[in-house]
């Protein structure tokens, strides 16, 4: 009776979960199962209509940025995979006509994507033309009555070149009056094509790698093996892996698309496959690149300076500094994301969990080839606000956190108001490494800052007798004077975690594992001016040898007024902060010494030092800034960095401000 009210009740469940309604990725996916390409999904025009503006107000100038449309893709290695398996399965006669088929369709793209890896297809360059042409006849007034000139810029990888070439060339043949300049350079691809981050990529892989692990050990493999091999026991010694299998095969479905090859290769595959391949791809765009809940903190400060030159040029425009009808930026998916993010966009910049982003974030819409952002301004007369409007992917979108006007009309004043306060501007240092149940200055409390997204890490060094810079927070351990004692006798002394003393060169090698992490090198007072001088040569001389030396990843802070000045002769372009805490900024900056680094209570009594010092282009740290009211005071104070033993503390009420 147990057994049968077991079985009853594993049907009612069975069917429970079948009844299960789609999520909107899935029904997105049912709709048009290419969208399983995700980011290399080619464009989709879906029909859209302009609100009405206010009235009065008439556009005059338009920012765009658009990411490359439809390229081959790389992977050689996933088609010839497909290819070679299909073709040696063949010679035994194991194929089905399904399997024949496949075989074709993967042989026409390994042929036409060899060799050509990452270029852009005649569809990208087609996808480009109709985007100008649709922007074109739909702003006529921009193009028509405002200025005739436009600017545009590329990355410089060249199916950004060429997208930016078949947009302009279609603009240009629209409107032959225009006057168009194009350009391209690295001072453009270092804001267009913000680079990949280790840190938030780390932590990406870490939060996805079980549920990848679980994804693939419960992928249905008898379905495909049953259609594409007529005898699937045999073409299993071809097949060691079918799963893996099956995930080339999807990688290569999704870049046929691109060289408008027909027919929907995802067919060979079960829907619920092509679902779970679908999910792990795009998840890790979503967490690399958005406002997640895992990254998005660390994530949003780095499209800031793409935004910032957006903005930068559209008020050049409104100011009449430059007479412009559009800039247009050519550029990658990744920072488009991240700019869409920046913007506070409906949808896509939502912050969400992984398993909320897997059944709600519609990643072919948010960026298939093309994927653009359109910023539109109109004005009514110069003594009118400039209103925007954002189009994303062609389309009226909103910006959840503003009152818009009317419709999806915005105030720039407002957006830009937003845009300011998007990411914090006091950055965190971990005091000591983030040593929270660890030891302090340990190895593993800078990894842990590391791991963390701190901005920077703090560490104390001292010299010992035989020379040796070794890290430690106190001047004596097991009491041993570090200064006059070997190194070999500091060493033999451990940490509370276990860890032997460092020397600064085991340190280094842990902070040039990660790029992200600023070492902030605390440099300790020692007993004469000659052994400081020698403290800094040795600490310069290290990171030279790491392929340290280097003012982004590296800062120096010291109690020492001797070492400062030493530094800011010997390295002038590092971050070098004075910390006794009792020196105006005007008198250190006379010095050569660029910052100030003070104990927090300091500027409870000199708050006017934090705007001397920022007039003079110094920066400001604080230490050690641990108290909920001390962080806020010290990030409503503007500083640039606090440096705190509470890291998880501070970053929850640094980012606070930002969405109140
Ligand atoms: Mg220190």
Known sequence: MKRLFLLASLAFLSLSVAAQPDTPVVQFLRENPARAAFNTHSYEFLPTHDTPAPAGYKPFYISHYGRHGSRSDWGGGQYATVRDVLSRAKEKNLLTSEGESLLREASVIYELYNGMD?????????????????????????????????????????????????????????????????????????????????????????????????????????????????????????????????????????????????????????FENVVKFHEDNFLSAYLNQCNSELNGELRLPLNKPLADVLIRQADDVISGKVQRAADLTFGHDWPALGLMCYFGLEGVSEKLSVDEAAANWLPS?????????????????????????????????????????????????????????RVPHTRIVAHRGYWNGNAQNSIASLKKAQDFGCWGSECDVHLTADGVVVVNHDGAIGGLDIQKSNSEDVRAQTLVNGEPVSTLDEYLTQAGKNRD????????????????????????????????????????????????????????????????????PAVLHAEGINGIDYEYPVFYAHPEWVKEAHDLGMSVNAWTVNGKEDIEKMRDLGLDQITTNEPALARKLLWEVCNQ
């Not at 009514?380 to 994303?392: A, D, P, Q, S």
């Not at 007072?525 to 003012?551: F, G, M, N, Q, T």
């Open 118 to 270: 990452g270029r852009l297809t005649p569809r990208g360059v087609r996808e480009h033309a109709a985007l100008a042409e649709r922007m074109y006849h739909r702003f006529p007034a921009v193009f028509k009555r405002g200025s005739k000139r436009v600017r545009a810029v590329s990355s410089t990888v060249p199916r950004c070149i060429v997208s930016m070439n078949g947009f302009t060339a279609r603009l240009q043949s629209l409107q032959p009056d225009l006057d168009i300049d194009l350009d391209t350079g690295e001072k453009f691809t270092e804001y267009i094509a913000t680079g990949a981050n280790r840190t938030i990529e780390r932590r990406t892989s870490a939060a996805l790698a079980p549920r990848r692990q679980q994804m693939m050990a419960s992928l249905d493999t008898d379905t495909f093996m049953k259609t594409l091999f007529t005898d699937p026991e045999a073409a299993k010694q071809f097949i060691p892996n079918p799963s893996a299998f099956q995930y080339a095969m999807y990688a290569t479905a999704k870049v046929g698309e691109a060289f408008d090859i027909e027919g929907d290769m995802f067919r060979y595959l079960p």
């Open 365 to 421: 819409w948010y960026c298939p080839f093309a994927t653009n952002l359109q910023i539109v301004f109109y004005r009514f007369t110069k003594y009118h606000e400039i209103l925007v409007k954002f189009l994303m992917n062609e389309r009226e979108t909103a910006i959840p956190a503003l009152k818009p006007v009317s419709g999806p009309y915005y105030r720039w004043e407002d957006v830009k108001a937003y845009c300011a306060n």
């Open 517 to 584: 992490c600023v070492l902030v090198i605390e440099l300790k007072p020692h007993y004469s001016e000659e052994r400081e001088d020698i403290l800094v040569d040795k600490c310069l001389a290290a990171l030279k040898s790491h392929r340290l030396y280097d003012p982004e990843r590296i800062a120096f802070i010291s109690f020492s007024h001797h070492i400062c000045r030493k530094i800011a002769k010997l390295a002038p372009g590092f971050t070098n902060q004075y910390l006794e805490g009792d020196i105006a």
